[in-house]
Protein backbone atom coordinates (compact mmCIF):
# COMPACT_ATOMS: atom_id res chain seq x y z
CA UNK A 1 0.00 0.00 0.00
CA UNK A 2 1.35 3.62 -1.22
CA UNK A 3 1.67 5.95 1.48
CA UNK A 4 -0.21 9.24 0.48
CA UNK A 5 1.78 11.38 2.67
CA UNK A 6 5.30 10.97 1.31
CA UNK A 7 4.68 7.85 -1.30
CA UNK A 8 6.51 5.31 -0.40
CA UNK A 9 5.30 2.16 -1.19
CA UNK A 10 4.37 0.14 2.21
CA UNK A 11 2.81 -3.55 3.56
CA UNK A 12 -0.09 -3.94 5.25
CA UNK A 13 0.98 -2.23 8.49
CA UNK A 14 -0.66 0.48 9.92
CA UNK A 15 1.76 3.39 10.11
CA UNK A 16 3.98 4.22 7.01
CA UNK A 17 7.81 2.95 7.26
CA UNK A 18 9.77 5.96 5.87
CA UNK A 19 7.14 8.96 7.44
CA UNK A 20 5.34 7.15 10.31
CA UNK A 21 1.83 8.37 8.96
CA UNK A 22 -1.35 5.85 9.12
CA UNK A 23 -2.39 4.36 6.66
CA UNK A 24 -5.96 4.61 5.32
CA UNK A 25 -7.01 1.53 7.35
CA UNK A 26 -6.18 2.35 10.53
CA UNK A 27 -8.24 5.76 9.90
CA UNK A 28 -11.28 3.85 8.44
CA UNK A 29 -11.27 0.49 10.27
CA UNK A 30 -10.90 1.71 14.44
CA UNK A 31 -9.05 -1.35 16.35
CA UNK A 32 -11.07 -3.32 18.18
CA UNK A 33 -9.70 -2.05 21.25
CA UNK A 34 -11.61 1.22 20.47
CA UNK A 35 -14.22 -0.31 19.60
CA UNK A 36 -14.27 -1.97 23.33
CA UNK A 37 -13.35 1.42 24.87
CA UNK A 38 -16.81 2.45 23.28
CA UNK A 39 -18.74 -0.30 24.60
CA UNK A 40 -17.74 0.70 28.15
CA UNK A 41 -18.59 3.78 28.07
CA UNK A 42 -21.36 3.44 26.64
CA UNK A 43 -21.84 0.39 29.45
CA UNK A 44 -21.23 2.81 32.15
CA UNK A 45 -23.73 5.50 30.72
CA UNK A 46 -26.61 3.12 30.78
CA UNK A 47 -25.51 2.23 34.54
CA UNK A 48 -25.25 5.98 35.79
CA UNK A 49 -29.25 6.06 33.93
CA UNK A 50 -30.56 2.80 35.95
CA UNK A 51 -28.84 4.26 39.33
CA UNK A 52 -30.46 7.56 38.21
CA UNK A 53 -33.47 6.21 37.58
CA UNK A 54 -33.23 4.07 40.45
CA UNK A 55 -32.37 7.00 42.68
CA UNK A 56 -35.48 8.29 41.77
CA UNK A 57 -37.67 6.24 42.55
CA UNK A 58 -36.40 5.43 45.61
CA UNK A 59 -36.80 9.58 46.62
CA UNK A 60 -40.17 9.33 45.19
CA UNK A 61 -41.15 6.65 47.76
CA UNK A 62 -39.13 8.22 50.74
CA UNK A 63 -41.37 11.57 49.51
CA UNK A 64 -44.92 9.86 49.48
CA UNK A 65 -44.82 7.28 52.14
CA UNK A 66 -48.29 8.16 53.24
CA UNK A 67 -49.52 7.24 49.69
CA UNK A 68 -47.64 3.90 50.26
CA UNK A 69 -48.89 3.56 53.37
CA UNK A 70 -52.44 3.79 52.02
CA UNK A 71 -51.78 0.89 49.42
CA UNK A 72 -51.46 -1.48 52.02
CA UNK A 73 -55.04 -3.82 52.34
CA UNK A 74 -54.85 -3.72 56.23
CA UNK A 75 -54.48 -0.04 56.99
CA UNK A 76 -57.40 0.37 54.60
CA UNK A 77 -59.67 -2.08 56.71
CA UNK A 78 -58.80 -0.24 59.96
CA UNK A 79 -59.47 3.04 58.39
CA UNK A 80 -62.88 1.54 56.94
CA UNK A 81 -63.72 0.06 60.69
CA UNK A 82 -62.71 3.04 61.98
CA UNK A 83 -65.50 5.23 60.26
CA UNK A 84 -68.03 3.01 60.64
CA UNK A 85 -67.50 2.52 63.99
CA UNK A 86 -67.45 6.87 64.38
CA UNK A 87 -70.61 6.40 62.16
CA UNK A 88 -71.96 3.91 64.72
CA UNK A 89 -70.95 5.94 68.09
CA UNK A 90 -72.76 9.03 67.16
CA UNK A 91 -75.98 7.33 66.59
CA UNK A 92 -75.57 4.88 69.27
CA UNK A 93 -74.89 8.07 71.33
CA UNK A 94 -78.00 10.25 70.46
CA UNK A 95 -80.54 6.97 71.05
CA UNK A 96 -78.64 3.68 72.74
CA UNK A 97 -81.57 2.38 73.70
CA UNK A 98 -83.30 2.28 69.91
CA UNK A 99 -80.00 1.75 68.43
CA UNK A 100 -79.49 -1.36 70.12
CA UNK A 101 -83.04 -2.96 69.55
CA UNK A 102 -81.90 -2.72 65.39
CA UNK A 103 -78.79 -3.88 66.11
CA UNK A 104 -77.38 -7.01 64.32
CA UNK A 105 -74.27 -9.90 65.28
CA UNK A 106 -72.15 -8.25 62.65
CA UNK A 107 -72.18 -5.31 65.33
CA UNK A 108 -70.29 -7.51 67.60
CA UNK A 109 -67.39 -5.94 66.40
CA UNK A 110 -68.24 -2.55 67.37
CA UNK A 111 -69.15 -3.72 71.13
CA UNK A 112 -65.68 -5.53 71.68
CA UNK A 113 -63.91 -2.06 70.29
CA UNK A 114 -66.48 0.24 72.86
CA UNK A 115 -65.57 -1.95 75.52
CA UNK A 116 -61.74 -1.74 75.02
CA UNK A 117 -62.26 2.11 74.56
CA UNK A 118 -63.82 2.33 78.29
CA UNK A 119 -60.68 0.24 79.60
CA UNK A 120 -58.51 2.15 77.89
CA UNK A 121 -59.57 5.46 79.45
CA UNK A 122 -60.39 4.19 82.59
CA UNK A 123 -56.70 3.59 83.10
CA UNK A 124 -55.91 6.78 81.05
CA UNK A 125 -57.91 8.24 83.85
CA UNK A 126 -56.12 6.65 86.69
CA UNK A 127 -53.00 7.53 85.58
CA UNK A 128 -53.85 11.11 85.38
CA UNK A 129 -55.19 11.09 89.16
CA UNK A 130 -51.61 9.37 90.26
CA UNK A 131 -49.39 11.90 88.67
CA UNK A 132 -51.14 14.74 89.95
CA UNK A 133 -51.00 13.46 93.37
CA UNK A 134 -48.00 12.44 93.13
CA UNK A 135 -46.23 15.65 93.18
CA UNK A 136 -43.83 15.11 89.76
CA UNK A 137 -42.69 11.87 91.34
CA UNK A 138 -44.25 9.54 88.76
CA UNK A 139 -46.95 7.04 89.23
CA UNK A 140 -46.01 3.22 88.76
CA UNK A 141 -47.16 2.17 85.73
CA UNK A 142 -48.35 -1.28 87.01
CA UNK A 143 -50.91 0.21 89.76
CA UNK A 144 -51.70 2.98 88.14
CA UNK A 145 -52.46 1.99 84.40
CA UNK A 146 -52.19 -1.93 84.03
CA UNK A 147 -54.77 -2.80 87.04
CA UNK A 148 -57.25 -0.42 86.01
CA UNK A 149 -57.00 -1.38 83.08
CA UNK A 150 -57.28 -5.12 83.83
CA UNK A 151 -59.96 -4.33 86.68
CA UNK A 152 -62.36 -2.90 83.85
CA UNK A 153 -61.81 -5.10 80.80
CA UNK A 154 -62.67 -7.84 83.37
CA UNK A 155 -65.82 -6.24 84.71
CA UNK A 156 -66.74 -5.23 81.13
CA UNK A 157 -66.31 -9.30 80.21
CA UNK A 158 -68.65 -10.84 83.50
CA UNK A 159 -71.11 -8.22 82.48
CA UNK A 160 -71.62 -9.84 78.88
CA UNK A 161 -71.67 -13.27 80.47
CA UNK A 162 -74.27 -12.26 83.05
CA UNK A 163 -75.92 -11.15 80.11
CA UNK A 164 -75.58 -13.96 78.06
CA UNK A 165 -75.78 -16.46 81.12
CA UNK A 166 -79.20 -15.34 81.94
CA UNK A 167 -80.68 -16.00 78.08
CA UNK A 168 -79.08 -19.15 78.34
CA UNK A 169 -80.95 -19.97 81.91
CA UNK A 170 -84.32 -19.35 80.97
CA UNK A 171 -83.50 -20.82 77.68
CA UNK A 172 -84.28 -18.08 75.68
CA UNK A 173 -83.03 -18.22 72.20
CA UNK A 174 -80.51 -15.73 71.75
CA UNK A 175 -76.91 -15.60 69.75
CA UNK A 176 -74.04 -14.57 71.56
CA UNK A 177 -72.79 -12.06 69.03
CA UNK A 178 -76.33 -10.60 69.04
CA UNK A 179 -76.26 -10.11 72.90
CA UNK A 180 -72.95 -8.40 72.65
CA UNK A 181 -73.96 -6.20 70.07
CA UNK A 182 -76.88 -4.77 72.18
CA UNK A 183 -74.81 -4.66 75.50
CA UNK A 184 -71.85 -2.88 73.64
CA UNK A 185 -73.99 -0.22 72.08
CA UNK A 186 -76.01 0.85 75.43
CA UNK A 187 -71.92 0.95 76.80
CA UNK A 188 -71.17 4.10 74.04
CA UNK A 189 -72.23 6.78 76.36
CA UNK A 190 -70.23 5.56 79.11
CA UNK A 191 -67.17 6.14 76.57
CA UNK A 192 -68.19 9.25 75.90
CA UNK A 193 -68.63 10.53 79.61
CA UNK A 194 -65.23 8.49 80.40
CA UNK A 195 -63.18 10.47 77.94
CA UNK A 196 -65.00 14.01 78.77
CA UNK A 197 -64.07 13.05 82.42
CA UNK A 198 -60.37 12.47 80.90
CA UNK A 199 -60.60 16.45 79.19
CA UNK A 200 -61.90 17.81 82.38
CA UNK A 201 -59.68 16.44 84.53
CA UNK A 202 -56.54 17.71 82.61
CA UNK A 203 -58.29 21.17 82.77
CA UNK A 204 -58.80 20.96 86.61
CA UNK A 205 -61.94 20.85 86.77
CA UNK A 206 -61.40 17.34 89.32
CA UNK A 207 -64.96 17.42 90.98
CA UNK A 208 -66.82 17.63 87.59
CA UNK A 209 -64.52 15.40 86.23
CA UNK A 210 -65.25 12.64 89.06
CA UNK A 211 -69.07 12.84 88.86
CA UNK A 212 -68.94 11.85 85.18
CA UNK A 213 -66.58 8.68 85.67
CA UNK A 214 -69.23 7.66 88.83
CA UNK A 215 -71.89 8.40 85.89
CA UNK A 216 -70.17 6.15 83.32
CA UNK A 217 -69.66 3.40 85.85
CA UNK A 218 -73.40 3.94 86.67
CA UNK A 219 -73.97 3.51 82.63
CA UNK A 220 -72.47 0.08 82.51
CA UNK A 221 -74.11 -1.41 85.65
CA UNK A 222 -77.55 -0.14 84.02
CA UNK A 223 -76.74 -1.85 80.55
CA UNK A 224 -76.71 -4.84 81.79
CA UNK A 225 -79.98 -4.69 83.43
CA UNK A 226 -81.19 -3.49 80.54
CA UNK A 227 -79.61 -5.87 78.08
CA UNK A 228 -81.42 -8.50 80.23
CA UNK A 229 -85.11 -7.16 80.28
CA UNK A 230 -85.01 -6.74 76.54
CA UNK A 231 -84.90 -10.68 75.96
CA UNK A 232 -88.06 -12.06 77.51
CA UNK A 233 -86.52 -13.66 80.45
CA UNK A 234 -89.91 -12.70 82.51
CA UNK A 235 -91.90 -14.62 80.20
CA UNK A 236 -90.40 -18.18 80.94
CA UNK A 237 -92.99 -20.48 83.61
CA UNK A 238 -90.39 -23.13 83.76
CA UNK A 239 -87.61 -20.67 85.51
CA UNK A 240 -85.20 -22.95 87.87
CA UNK A 241 -84.18 -19.72 89.76
CA UNK A 242 -86.96 -16.77 90.21
CA UNK A 243 -85.94 -13.84 88.18
CA UNK A 244 -85.91 -11.86 91.13
CA UNK A 245 -82.77 -13.95 92.72
CA UNK A 246 -81.19 -14.00 90.10
CA UNK A 247 -80.43 -10.06 88.93
CA UNK A 248 -79.74 -9.80 92.37
CA UNK A 249 -77.37 -12.25 92.19
CA UNK A 250 -76.16 -10.97 88.81
CA UNK A 251 -76.30 -7.01 89.88
CA UNK A 252 -73.84 -7.99 93.46
CA UNK A 253 -71.21 -9.58 91.39
CA UNK A 254 -71.05 -6.32 88.71
CA UNK A 255 -71.00 -4.12 91.76
CA UNK A 256 -68.31 -5.90 93.49
CA UNK A 257 -66.32 -5.59 90.23
CA UNK A 258 -66.91 -1.81 90.14
CA UNK A 259 -65.98 -1.59 93.62
CA UNK A 260 -63.11 -3.16 92.79
CA UNK A 261 -61.83 -0.76 89.85
CA UNK A 262 -62.69 2.22 92.01
CA UNK A 263 -60.72 1.09 95.05
CA UNK A 264 -57.99 -0.21 92.89
CA UNK A 265 -57.82 3.50 91.91
CA UNK A 266 -58.12 4.99 95.58
CA UNK A 267 -55.37 2.80 96.90
CA UNK A 268 -53.58 3.79 94.42
CA UNK A 269 -53.67 7.49 94.50
CA UNK A 270 -53.37 6.99 98.11
CA UNK A 271 -50.49 5.15 97.99
CA UNK A 272 -48.97 7.84 95.52
CA UNK A 273 -49.46 10.62 97.85
CA UNK A 274 -48.28 8.15 100.61
CA UNK A 275 -44.55 7.87 98.49
CA UNK A 276 -44.44 11.53 97.41
CA UNK A 277 -44.25 12.40 100.80
CA UNK A 278 -41.86 9.94 102.31
Given at each position: MRCENCGYENGQGA?????????????????????????????????RDSVTRGGQ?????????LQSLGQNERVQQAAEVSRQYLSFFVKALIRPY????NVQPAHALHSYITMSLISILTALFSML????????????????????????????????????????LYRTKADFKQVAAGYGTLLIPSVASILLANLLFMVHLTTLSLVLMGIAFLIAFVAVNISIFTYPVLQKNHQTVDVTYALIIA??????????????IVMSVLGGMMASFL
Open positions: YCAECGAASRRRITNPSHADSNEEARFSTQDGYVAAEGRANPQTMRVLNRVSFGYGASFMSGFMKPLLFTGITLLVGLAIVYGMTKNLILFYLIYKIVSS
